[in-house]
């Protein structure tokens, strides 16, 4: 049984995505375990709870520094003996001890075809707007494990969506967020199917 601790900021529509995958069997194998959030108010608790996952808040209000988090994560982690860690909508860059404690079992979902429109300050509806601004025809999201770089680790997968000429930041991130669940889900499946090592 793989098991998953999801990290969250916002509205966590990528944690509804695996919840419903591994309810609906589509991810055979894997429990998450833990919701990790760095603000009380992220809807994502909000699903958690609806669905009996346990919840925890780590955040600046309770830990004040960043190293002071990082070490609580850490011991969550443990606590749960946790296998993978997914960053879903999570707006903290993680320090390089938590990267170090989980090399190659944490992955994070980016609303861009990396490297294009990645790594400081892209994030969100900013990636959008500098996708319409460049005029692209097309954009997408990646799934990849991170490392102590912002948005750098080994690409597990992506997949395009087409930009038109209607398309709006808005409209796009729309469209990103669809094949962000899909390859999301398919990543964690795969996981899984021990089709990517994680330890
Ligand atoms: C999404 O746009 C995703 O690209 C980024 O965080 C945003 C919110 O995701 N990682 P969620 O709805 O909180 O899962």
């Not at 404690?101 to 944490?106: D, S, V």
């Not at 490392?147 to 395009?160: A, C, N, P, W, Y």
């Not at 969506?161 to 390859?183: M, R």
Request: proline share 2%; glycine share 6%; aromatic share 4%.
């Amino acid at each position: 049984m793989l098991n998953i601790a999801v990290m969250v900021s916002g509205g966590g529509t990528n944690l509804q995505a695996i919840i419903d995958a591994i309810e609906n069997k589509k991810i055979g194998q894997a429990k998450i375990s833990v919701v990790i959030s760095s603000k009380k108010s992220a809807y994502a608790l909000k699903r958690a709870e609806n669905h009996g996952i346990k919840s925890v808040v780590v955040d600046k209000e309770t830990y004040q520094t960043q190293e002071k988090i990082t070490d609580e994560i850490i011991k969550v982690l443990k606590a749960e003996n946790i296998d993978l860690v997914v960053l879903a909508g999570y707006m903290t860059i993680l320090e390089k001890k938590l990267i170090d404690e989980y090399k190659e079992q944490i992955i994070n979902i980016h609303p861009s075809l990396i490297p294009k429109y990645c790594g400081k300050g892209f994030y969100g509806m900013k990636v959008h707007q500098a996708v319409i601004e460049a005029g692209e025809v097309e954009s997408g999201a990646t799934v990849h494990f991170v490392d102590d770089g912002v948005d750098t680790g080994r690409i597990l997968k992506q997949e395009k969506v087409q930009v038109t000429k209607e398309d709006t930041p808005e409209t796009l991130a729309k469209k990103v967020l669809v094949v962000e669940h899909k390859i999301l889900v398919e990543t964690i499946q795969r996981i899984c199917n021990n089709n990517f090592t994680v330890k």
